[in-house]
């Protein structure tokens, strides 16, 4: 499976923008996903998750009411809807598939050792 997220950009505090990270290669229909971001010199942090079903969707705390994932089967496409941007939010947002096999609750979707396949990030900076 083959990610590429996009959708980035450059944008005041209290803005929104919507990321997509769109899969090739392979169908990700039955694939749980997640969204991570990373800051350089700081661990990657867990964003968001979203079941193959688009049930069981889980959240950062610091992101939690803000952002909102959903996903498109049929375009083989995962989505992050960031709304309320704040200047901590800048980072290189990345998307990956949830190991199939694993067990995925609201734990285990917040480990990136979790997760296989990982995407090119998307950057994105909010300024105050």
């Known amino acids: 499976v083959q990610l590429q997220a996009s959708g980035g950009g450059s944008v005041q505090a209290g803005d929104s923008l919507r990321l997509s990270c769109a899969a090739s290669g392979r169908s990700i229909s039955s694939y749980d996903m997640g969204w991570f971001r990373h800051v350089p010199g700081k661990p990657r942090e867990f964003v968001a998750a979203?079941?193959?079903?688009?049930?069981?969707?889980y959240y950062g705390d610091s992101v939690k009411g803000r952002f909102f994932i959903s996903r498109d089967n049929a375009k083989n496409t995962v989505y992050l809807q960031m709304d309320s941007l704040k200047p901590e939010d800048t980072a290189v947002y990345l998307c990956a598939t949830f190991r199939r096999g694993q067990v995925y609750n609201s734990f285990t979707a917040r480990l990136q050792g979790m997760y296989d396949y990982w995407g090119q990030g998307t950057l994105v900076t909010v300024s105050s």
């Open positions: 979203i079941k193959s079903t688009s049930s069981n969707a």
